[in-house]
């Protein structure tokens, strides 16, 4: 038994080692070239030779020294990227576990609804959805850039299917405790929601993080800008800027990866930590 | 707020003298409605209208400063080749998307949560980072990678396994094959994601006792796990469909939306370029709308089919 | 980005002042007959003669204009004189493209290299071609001619270079701005290449191993005495109609894009080719600077010598749909696939833009 165990482990480790070279292989292939100067990538295609005398900082440097405009856009997409998350979450969880836990009149209704607003391509409400944003001064603001997708129908759809899976027991239970509607969702089914949260919270801030179309339609100013609209201000039809687009690119992961880092633990946790009562 | 209503199900567990406030708090007729606001409110105020929009300039001939009602001829508009191609992409891509990017990352969820796994945390985010890049660099890099020449590493592998060199981006199998290995590549590791916190909402407790009964690995995936996992992956497949429905960038970043013989067009590609590219939104805006209808159904019917709209699941 | 332009210009808020529009998308926003762009015509005609005529047509309508380009984009041919060497082949020899044509052979017999790329899957091979005879896709009251005479004859010369005598391939990548090209090019993988002169900043930074090698030279023509150029490609600044300072705004516009000073400044940071021809031969234009250093002194040389020949081309408001029509079949199925003939490639493709 054990050493079948053990087969099985370096089985799977196997697998996964292969998997992984697969997946970064392409990460490794940007990394290395954010050090050579362009030139090398389009003298001699990609490859990972290692030549000490022309791997440089001089992309990044290039970047950074390129005004402090950079981190202008990088904290923007801070700041829009945290708000965004922040409320699409709360407000998402809400209602994700209403459709997946109550019976209530509208709900099929509104459900269908979330589906619509989620199947709705954004080119075609680009235009209107502008002129509404207009009309309710927001237009060059923040609040433009969130306000609009605050509810993500995404988020909306999985914390109802996650919500559905959670045994009634809990709910039930508190319940007789005495505990508020408002209570059981804050306080029992948070925690229990916890795993959903964590992969919601890596996906919004993801979404929010790299979105394009619809900020660049609602900035206007450039020290509005969030960083995928700066960095594709960098494509130009004259030429693109191979050298600060790939270490641009470098820099621009390290925020998400550290996102990523901080939520994954919530994967560990969930259900099995306190098991069902009763 | 009538106290009666809420009574029934509160009265036992809630003796002391309910307030009006109080019985709001404990209303189970109230809460989905509080729950439900953001959406509501949101949609009302922001989705509504733009909705409504697209819909009536579908039926408009739009010029800069004139919109003039031109009836059904954006939607008779869409009777062409270049339609039909990127309906042909578009559905292929999806069927080939469905077929990847579901049972794999359930598998490997699977695997990576299973106790014979080493060092899962490590490879879950291996998995996972290609998601982090931009489309836009991740598109430079397989460009490189998927070069015509014979010495693109790609080709550089092919020659030496005895096959000859591909000019990838300029016939429609490869094609496909380019943007389906590259929608792979970045979802590959959400997927594993949504299925991963999904099976941490298996209780353990399932699997011991089934266990004690004898039951196999297998068994236990498909008697188990699977059902268990029924609500994320309807939600997976949901939003694969719509996800492969509506690429536009895994083609962009080959072709810039300008593929030879239409072998990377797909149909938000060809919305972009009409509404934007000719400035046509009026044609523009019937394929979304099209569009919108065809993912919607086949939605519906797929959910109402795993009964997602019955009144208790 | 200039989606965002349509969006701002259609729902009438939230426009720049100034804005530059790509050629090949300017005719979106000259459509109907509310075109929310200013007139430039005052400023641009006290000393319309000093300019390339044809740069400002581009971006006009009904004997408006409203746009000002960077530069004139004059479609020369750029030959690797190492290679042309090595073939015993005097550049200065090839005068028309039958001269080309025979060059070509001498090339590939002698170093198995092709004379040229072919693009494929871009325009900037065949437009200038037909361009530089006086044809083009429409003709100047915007109706299709993209299958007359002269342009099957054109399509069917790339297709006997590319299929019959062998003498060009198909560009790696599909066209000139793909990073197999560049890498193809920068080890001399071709003997020339017909492009704009914008696209001199693309050997500086791309094909590195080639300085001092490129010599510029204008196209070959058709018949002995032809026209030996078009002006390809361009980038128009425009006012928006939206903008408060409006007069401010034209000024400054007619300032930075039409005075001897920004011209200069446009060849000395930029590398085009302005559009203001009365500076080609003024001293800071002769300055040494990082293009003289890749493709020697004489480029205005060229220039000036092929002045009254840089034919224009037609824009319409069907350009953007005939640019992606040749983008994906007219040219592909004949030249890279064989497997349409570039006369009912042509006849197809003008077809559907007739409709």
Redesign the interface.
């Known amino acids: 038994m054990y050493a079948k165990k053990k087969w099985l482990s370096l089985l799977l480790f196997a697998l996964f080692a292969v998997l992984s070279f697969l997946a970064l292989f392409p990460f490794f292939c940007l990394l290395l070239a954010s050090f050579k100067p362009s030139t090398e990538l389009l003298r001699y295609g990609l490859n990972l030779q290692l030549q000490p005398e022309i791997l440089s900082l001089n992309n990044y440097y290039y970047l950074l020294a390129d005004g402090r405009i950079y981190f202008v856009w990088f904290s923007n997409s801070v700041i829009i990227t945290v708000l965004n998350t922040a409320l699409a979450l709360l407000f998402s969880s809400m209602v994700g576990y209403a459709l997946a836990v109550y019976q209530f009149k509208w709900r099929n209704i509104i459900f269908a609804t979330v589906l619509f607003v989620m199947m709705i391509p954004i080119e075609i409400i680009l235009l209107p959805l502008y002129k509404l944003i207009v009309s309710l001064r927001l237009i060059d603001t923040y609040w433009g850039v969130i306000l609009p997708f605050v509810v993500s129908p995404f988020a909306v759809f999985f914390f109802r299917q996650y919500a559905i899976g959670i045994p009634r027991d809990f709910i039930d239970a508190a319940r007789i405790d005495g505990c508020t509607e408002f209570g059981i969702f804050f306080r029992i089914m948070r925690p229990l929601m916890a795993p959903a949260f964590g992969a919601m919270a890596i996906l919004q801030a993801l979404t929010s993080w790299n979105n394009l179309v619809w900020p660049l339609v609602v900035l206007h100013s450039e020290e509005k800008f969030t960083l995928p609209i700066g960095l594709s201000s960098l494509l130009t039809p004259y030429g693109n800027n191979y050298d600060i687009l790939l270490s641009g690119a470098i820099l621009s992961v390290i925020p998400i990866m550290i996102l990523y880092l901080v939520f994954q633990r919530y994967f560990i946790s969930g259900l099995t930590v306190g098991g069902i009562k009763g | 707020m009538d106290r009666q209503v809420s009574a029934p199900a509160d009265s036992k567990t809630v003796p002391t003298k309910p307030t009006r406030l109080r019985s709001f708090f404990h209303s189970q007729k109230m809460a989905p409605y509080f729950f439900v606001a953001p959406f509501v409110i949101s949609f009302l105020l922001f989705m509504l209208y733009p909705i409504i929009s697209a819909f009536y300039m579908s039926f408009q001939e739009i010029l800069p400063g004139e919109e003039t009602f031109v009836g059904l001829k954006n939607y008779q508009a869409l009777n062409n080749e270049h339609f039909y191609a990127a309906v042909s992409n578009t559905v292929i891509y999806t069927i080939w998307t469905l077929i990847i990017l579901i049972p794999v990352p359930l598998v490997l969820a699977v695997l990576i949560h299973s106790r014979f796994m080493l060092a899962p945390v490590l490879f879950r985010s291996a998995l996972f980072l290609p998601a982090l890049t931009s489309i836009v660099v991740g598109g430079a890099i397989f460009r490189l990678i998927f070069g015509e020449m014979d010495t693109a590493p790609m080709n550089t592998i092919l020659i030496k396994l005895g096959f000859s060199p591909q000019q990838w981006a300029m016939e429609g199998g490869t094609a496909m094959f380019l943007m389906v290995a590259l929608a792979s590549w970045r979802w590959m590791g959400i997927n594993l994601l949504y299925f991963l916190s999904g099976l941490q909402n298996i209780p353990k407790e399932l699997y011991e006792s089934a266990e004690i009964d004898g039951a196999g690995s297998l068994s236990k995936f498909f008697r188990i796990t699977l059902p268990l996992l029924k609500p994320v992956t309807i939600y997976v497949l949901t939003i694969s469909i719509y996800g492969g429905f509506t690429m536009f960038t895994e083609s962009y970043v080959f072709w810039t939306n300008h593929s030879p013989g239409d072998i990377g067009l797909t149909l938000i590609g060809y919305l972009y370029q009409q509404s934007f590219e000719n400035f046509n939104m009026g044609v523009g805006s019937a394929i979304g709308i099209v569009l919108l209808v065809t993912i919607l159904v086949i939605n519906i019917v797929q959910l109402k089919l795993f009964g997602q709209f019955r009144r208790e699941e | 980005?200039?989606?965002?332009l349509?969006?701002?210009?259609?729902?009438?808020?939230?426009a720049?002042d100034i804005a530059d529009i790509?050629i090949s998308?300017f005719g979106?926003?000259l459509?109907?007959?509310?075109?929310?762009l200013a007139e430039l015509d005052d400023l641009i005609q006290p000393e319309k003669d000093k300019f390339i005529q044809s740069r400002f047509d581009i971006y006009s309508k009904n004997g408006h204009n409203y746009g000002i380009d960077f530069h004139v984009g004059a479609t020369v041919m750029y030959y690797n004189k190492e290679i042309m060497d090595q073939a015993g082949v005097k550049i200065d020899d090839i005068k028309t493209w039958q001269d080309y044509a025979e060059a070509g052979k001498k090339v590939l017999a002698a170093t198995g290299k092709p004379m040229t790329t072919v693009e494929?899957?871009d325009n900037w091979t065949f437009w200038p071609m037909i361009a530089q005879q006086g044809s083009d896709m429409f003709d100047q009251n915007g109706q299709v001619t993209l299958d007359n005479e002269t342009n099957i004859k054109t399509l069917k010369f790339l297709h006997e270079m590319v299929h019959g005598s062998k003498i060009a391939v198909p560009a790696?990548?599909?066209n000139h701005h793909k990073?197999?090209y560049?890498?193809?090019m920068?080890?001399g993988g071709a003997a020339s290449v017909l492009m704009p002169m914008?696209y001199m900043?693309?050997f500086l930074?791309?094909?590195?191993?080639l300085k001092g090698k490129i010599v510029i030279r204008p196209m070959p023509s058709w018949e002995p005495g032809g026209k030996r150029s078009a002006g390809m490609g361009g980038?128009g600044t425009v006012v928006t109609k939206q903008s408060k300072q409006l007069e401010l705004a034209r000024q400054f516009l007619g300032y930075a894009k039409l005075s001897k000073e920004g011209n200069i400044r446009v060849w000395k940071t930029?590398g085009f080719d302005p559009i203001r021809w009365d500076v080609w031969d003024a001293p800071e234009i002769k300055e040494k600077n990082k293009y003289t250093d890749y493709f020697g002194d004489g480029i205005f040389d060229i220039l000036l010598e092929i002045k009254d020949e840089i034919q224009p081309v037609n824009i319409s408001e069907k350009t953007?749909?005939a640019i992606?029509l040749i983008?994906?079949?007219v040219l592909?199925?004949p030249l890279?696939?064989n497997s349409m003939t570039p006369e009912d490639a042509l006849k197809k493709a003008a077809d559907?833009l007739r409709k």
């Open positions: 980005m200039h989606n965002k349509l969006i701002a210009l259609q729902s009438g808020v939230g720049p790509e998308k979106n926003f459509k109907g007959s509310n075109i929310p494929v899957i790696p990548g599909g990073e197999e560049y890498g193809f920068n080890k914008w900043g693309r930074e791309y094909m590195p191993d980038t930029m953007p749909q992606d983008r994906k079949d592909f199925k890279k696939e559907e």
